[in-house]
């Protein structure tokens, strides 16, 4: 009888996986940080005055002016809130550049049914950049945030706002970003978006120490800029994949993949010098001093950020340990010391520059200098943000107490 039934039984038919649409989820992102009671309170921290006045109110215009269906914006402000806007921002004293987008900013105020989606997404990230270029990070992650909040169907406002919190170290905050980023871009056949955004989220796991899931990330990242034509990401994957295999210590596939981002940067990229300061680090790591030296000291007159350029004093004090040249060795890791304590309080910033100087050291015979930029590097340290870095200064304080019971 139970056979029968099954013979009976209407066969379900087979969707292809291939063929089915498929809908995605776009998940929401984060918004705030914990410690956030009050909506861009930051703000006020980081720019006190009559510029962060007018940059919260007309923050605050925006994200209402976004959350308020198109039809019910006429009216939204009273007809003297432009006018009043106008007037504060004069006598707020604010720069060129910022008093222009302020000033579409108050434009909205005066006429919101008639205002244009992507002209205040684009005005809001404009205002994040001259935020971020002045160091006021919080202020450009709440404007990169109403960018994406007045496009909300669009992936590239929400990429911009997952590459900013992942570049202020947010790592949750940009996770959300870019998933959400990925989902609309999915959605709309957005290529651009889409791949970059995998490679962000690679970039994000690296820097967590999850290398398994980084390369997944480059790896879909990459498959889409090649599938879609789209050869900058592809340098910019192939990239994050060296920077992968130099930690695993896979130092011929690092090499490969440096050289494939080489190929596909070009000449003029903006990130060719990084790459090609990378390409020296991994020439160090393989110990071909010689050949990273010139390099090294080509790149370091365009090394102008303090933690950038004292990361490559390091190298370069390294590799000269690696070939014996003691004055060269002396000389750029005095110059890498200064570097970083010029500004007392901020050492945390320099702690890949206090181990490569720890590492450069050790190979010379330099103990004294080795326990001075350990010990820096252990009190200055935040094992959460840098976890990879901490365990590798961690196994130098490691031998150098091994060390002090060899030598009693």
């Known amino acids: 009888m139970k056979a029968a039934r099954r013979r009976k039984a209407t066969p379900r038919a087979r969707v292809s996986r ?78 060129p550049a910022l008093e222009v987008s302020l000033t579409t900013l108050a434009a909205l105020v005066g006429a919101p049914a008639a205002a244009s989606p992507d002209i205040i997404s684009l005005v809001c990230l404009q205002v994040s950049q001259w935020a971020e270029a002045r160091g006021a990070m919080a202020t450009a992650m709440v404007y990169a945030q109403a960018a994406a909040l007045t496009c909300p169907e669009e992936p590239g406002p929400a990429l911009a706002a997952g590459s900013l919190a992942l570049r202020w170290r947010r790592s949750a905050r940009a996770e959300t970003w870019l998933r959400r980023s990925i989902g609309l871009a999915r959605r709309k056949h957005d290529w651009g978006p889409y791949s970059e955004a995998y490679v962000e989220l690679g970039v994000l796991y690296a820097r967590r120490g999850q290398p398994g899931p980084a390369h997944r990330y480059y790896v879909q990242g990459l498959r889409a800029a090649r599938r879609h034509g789209m050869i900058q990401v592809r340098g910019s994957a192939l990239h994050g994949m060296l920077l992968l295999a130099m930690e695993s210590a896979a130092l011929d596939d690092a090499e490969r993949y440096g050289r494939a981002a080489m190929r596909a940067y070009g000449r003029g990229h903006a990130r060719l010098p990084e790459l090609v300061h990378d390409m020296a680090y991994l020439a160090v790591r393989r110990e071909q001093y010689a050949r990273a030296i010139p390099m090294l000291k080509k790149l370091l007159p365009t090394r102008v950020e303090p933690v950038e350029r004292a990361t490559t004093l390091s190298i370069l004090s390294r590799a000269a340990a690696g070939v014996g040249d003691r004055p060269l060795y002396e000389e750029s890791w005095m110059d890498a010391w200064t570097l970083i304590n010029r500004r007392p309080g901020h050492e945390e910033k320099h702690s890949r520059a206090l181990l490569e100087l720890a590492r450069a050291s050790t190979a010379i015979g330099d103990w004294p200098h080795v326990e001075q930029a350990v010990r820096l590097a252990t009190d200055s340290m935040s094992r959460h943000r840098e976890p990879i870095i901490a365990a590798q200064v961690e196994e130098l304080a490691a031998a150098i107490r091994a060390r002090r019971v060899g030598d009693y």
């Not at 776009?26 to 980081?46: K, R, V, Y």
């Not at 215009?61 to 106008?86: C, H, I, K, Q, Y």
């Open 18 to 95: 291939r063929n089915a649409t498929r809908r995605w989820c776009i998940p929401p992102a984060l918004m705030h940080e914990p410690d956030e009671l009050l909506e861009g309170s930051q703000l006020f921290e980081e720019l006190p005055g009559q510029v962060g006045l007018v940059l919260w109110q007309s923050l605050r215009d925006v994200t209402l002016w976004a959350s308020v269906p198109d039809e019910r914006r006429d009216g939204l402000f009273t007809r003297e809130a432009a006018n009043r806007r106008l007037i504060e921002l004069l006598a707020s004293g604010a720069e």
